[in-house]
């Protein structure tokens, strides 16, 4: 299993990275199979640098804020009227409740357009997620846990070929995290917040909370930082977590290519 950073910036596009996305890729039955996590904006553009936007098996969005999903606008875009190679096969589009409602509500240029919530149904074959609920793409189980975040978030557990990537989307510290970092080789952590500046809770974790999950959670064997937003210091968060986590506290770098 491959893992590109397509996008890490933490709430909106920073000046060397486009908000959340992620390319998972494992060969099976052949080919390369495209696991697309989240699209934030900007990530549309660098998505293309790595694959033909054809050749997205799946989306999964861990939940509704623009940072995470917008982007899928312009996929529909590219879906419907690509002049030579369009009208696209539909993608399945895997996210929380109303997923496809909310993206024709961004989509519509139109009142009549913004007012239909099945706007983009032959685009996107939109399919709700529930916390525990296990679900396939190729090579890829993929389990949805809800966590703490003030709307319907999920993370995601991701496994193929042996190995597991952890994806917490946006979350605070919750026991879900445990079910969901369990043995993971790998965990993309958010780590939006700083200690002691950030007080609010139940939106974010800080690295050091992440660390903290990720080692309740037993066997993580790589952390992983993301969603750092563009005025956040990535080496303070480092730090945060390196306070608890034994081994190198790693952070997302924008197009780095990981193996699992």
Known sequence: MKLTIIGCSGSFAGPTSPASSYLVQAEHEGRTWNLVLDMGPGSLGVLQKYIELDAIDAI??????????LDLTGLFVVTKYHPTRGPLPSVPVYGPQD??????????????????????????????????????VGPFTITPHRVNHPVEAFGFRV???????????????????????????LVLADAAFCE???????????????????????????????????WNDPQECRAQAAEL???????????????L
Not at 60 to 69: G, K, R
Not at 159 to 185: N, Q, S
Not at 245 to 259: D, F, N, R, S, T
């Open 159 to 185: 496994e193929a070929d042996g190995k597991v990537l952890t994806y917490t989307g946006d979350t605070d510290a919750t026991p879900a995290l445990l079910p969901l970092m369990a043995d993971a080789d």
């Open 99 to 136: 997923t496809g409602a909310r993206m024709s509500r961004a989509n519509g240029v139109t009142l009549s357009e913004a007012a239909d919530p099945h706007g983009m149904d032959s685009e996107f074959d939109f399919r709700t997620v529930r916390s525990g609920r296990t679900f396939t």
């Open 196 to 230: 002691v500046r950030d007080t609010v809770r139940d939106i974010h974790l800080t690295g050091k909370r992440a660390a903290e999950a990720a080692l309740a959670a037993g066997g993580v064997k790589r952390l992983m930082l993301t969603h750092i937003p563009s």
């Open 245 to 259: 986590w034994p081994g190198e506290v790693e952070l997302a770098e924008p197009e780095g290519v990981y193996e």
């Open 60 to 69: 999964v969005i861990s939940h509704l804020h623009p940072d995470h999903c």
